[in-house]
């Protein structure tokens, strides 16, 4: 009242900037944010799967090795900035355009919340990254997407630490690991 129109951005990043205020996310919320990304990411694994070329796996291996080094760097955010251009390349590789705005919009909601400047969760991390490489060079789409099902059930148990609340996405989680281990039949 009183002020007349107003005009505001509705960016991808307003929206995720909107979201600031929200730091610690209701449970329900937030769930919703990791199952989009689960399903986001396995829908780009699959994709990257089927358009990989050979210079994309010595790209990711080549991010594996800048990882590898990173993993004990006193730059707190040397490795959270190459475990986001990891799963960015992926995403670039399965040449989806959308994919990649969406989950960029998720992990801005989601990594404030978890902890990767931890040594043992950066190790941790960085075995993931490698299994998923490995399978997806093996164009091993079920052990890729195992590994992705995996490393996105460490995180989400990782933010529920860090959070001190639970996501009640066990049962999701516990489904795709079934769903996996079934298809590997």
Known sequence: PKVGTVVTNHSQSSYVNSLEQYRFLASDELAHFIEA????????????????????????????????????????????????????????????????QFLGMIWDAITQMTDIRNTQNRHTIFNYHTAIVKHLADRNLPLAEKAITEHLHDLTQNIERNIGHHTGLENIFKLERETASTVNM
């Open 37 to 100: 990304r689960l399903y986001l990411e396995k829908a780009a694994l699959r994709l990257a799967a089927v358009r990989l070329q050979k210079s994309d796996v010595t790209r990711l291996n080549s991010q594996l090795a800048e990882q590898s080094e990173a993993l004990h760097s006193p730059d707190p955010e040397l490795f959270p900035r190459l475990d986001r251009l990891f799963h960015r390349t992926i995403i670039e590789i399965s040449q989806n355009k959308v994919l990649l």
